[in-house]
Nanobody, 121 residues
Framework: QVQLVESGGGLVQAGGSLRLSCAAS????????MVWHRQAPGKQRELVAT???????NYADSVKGRFTISRDNAQNTVELHMSSLKPEDTALYHC???????????????WGKGILVTVSS
């Protein structure tokens, strides 16, 4: 089985910074894309950032220039560095990964339980 565990969330004032981390563990042969999603109260889940195994990244327009996604392929970890935070960034942040489990033919998506980020005005 594969587990993803997020850490680093919390309460921060507007304009501040936070770093989220996510570690994947378990039966892992390879990880392709890793992502961060978020879901604010009363809103739909939205994609924040993605990073391919090659390091190629993609960001939601709402976070471009403020958030940076990075990963460590050897450690199976992904981070999200968030700066110039705004109250509208308040949400439950989930990390996800497309994982190839040994003995299986295809990559499957796994998700962490999420971690809360609250930005006060």
């Amino acid at each position: 089985q594969v587990q993803l565990v997020e850490s680093g969330g919390g309460l921060v004032q507007a304009g501040g910074s936070l770093r989220l981390s996510c570690a994947a563990s378990g039966s892992i042969f390879s990880i392709a894309d890793m992502v961060w999603h978020r879901q604010a109260p009363g809103k739909q889940r939205e994609l924040v950032a993605t990073i391919a195994r090659s390091g190629r990244t993609n960001y939601a327009d709402s976070v471009k220039g403020r958030f940076t996604i990075s990963r460590d392929n050897a450690q199976n970890t992904v981070e999200l560095h968030m700066s110039s935070l705004k109250p509208e960034d308040t949400a439950l942040y989930h990390c996800g990964a497309d994982v190839l489990v040994p003995g299986t033919p295809t990559y499957m998506a796994y998700w962490g339980k999420g971690i809360l980020v609250t930005v006060s005005s």
